[in-house]
T-cell receptor, first 115, second 112 residues
Framework: KNQVEQSPQSLIILEGKNCTLQ??????????LRWYKQDTGRGPVSLTIMTFSENTKSNGRYTATLDADTKQSSLHITASQLSDSASYIC??????????????FGTGTRLTIIP | NAGVTQTPKFRILKIGQSMTLQCTQD?????MYWYRQDPGMGLKLIYYSVGAGITDKGEVPNGYNVSRSTTEDFPLRLELAAPSQTSVYFCASSPDRKRGYTFGSGTRLTVV
């Protein structure tokens, strides 16, 4: 069964500090891994997408890494801001039948930035 | 651009009632999706469409129906609402299956 596990479940850090969120997955056959940011009461917003051959990708202060051998990914946030308070969701895509893909969503890490 | 627009934002239904959740996108995306998000759970795919006139079931399709008569619109129909359908529903679209999805802002549905 395809699974995506994220840790920690929740995290509180001071504004300006860095943090790293973790994602472990058991998804096969792997196609790509995505990180989304979801503000409270809003839909998820795409941050990064990485394929098997990519081991790092940045989007501003967000840097995602992927280790396809150990099936782990991390999302590093640099110099956190109050607006970074949100849930961060790891999503892993598997190639399905007939060219369709199947996404498995993690339950997210709830990040709170305090001033 | 408006992106993906969902209506209504909130709705309370009585058991057995029916309703349609509307979803419209203005990005000319071929792929559209309906997900539900329950507390403490990852998003689950209800239905998806790879183009006008083509729809297929996702992981949790029971109790729902969809149609895709145009590229822009992908409504989700609940025929006989049940308390188990209390959830937040998200519509999403993408230009192809390898790209990131654009999500709407969601519809919070409560069935009582």
């Amino acid at each position: 069964k395809n699974q995506v596990e994220q840790s920690p479940q929740s995290l509180i850090i001071l504004e300006g500090k860095n943090c790293t969120l973790q994602c472990n997955y058991t998804v096969s056959p792997f196609s790509n891994l995505r990180w989304y940011k979801q503000d409270t009461g809003r839909g998820p917003v795409s941050l990064t997408i990485m394929t098997f051959s990519e081991n790092t990708k940045s989007n501003g202060r967000y840097t995602a890494t992927l280790d396809a051998d150990t099936k782990q990914s991390s999302l590093h946030i640099t110099a956190s801001q109050l607006s970074d308070s949100a849930s961060y969701i790891c999503v892993v895509s598997a190639d399905g039948n007939f060219g369709n893909e199947k996404l498995t969503f993690g339950t997210g890490t709830r990040l709170t930035i305090i001033p | 651009n408006a992106g993906v627009t969902q209506t209504p934002k909130f709705r309370i239904l009585k058991i057995g009632q029916s309703m349609t959740l509307q979803c419209t996108q203005d990005m000319n995306h071929n792929y559209m999706y309906w997900y539900r998000q329950d507390p403490g759970m990852g998003l689950k795919l209800i239905y998806y469409s790879v183009g006008a006139g083509i729809t297929d079931k996702g992981e949790v399709p029971n109790g729902y129906n969809v149609s895709r008569s145009t590229t822009e619109d992908f409504p989700l129909r609940l025929e006989l609402a049940a308390p188990s359908q209390t959830s937040v529903y998200f519509c999403a679209s993408s230009p192809d299956r390898k790209r990131g999805y654009t999500f709407g802002s969601g519809t919070r549905l409560t069935v009582v």
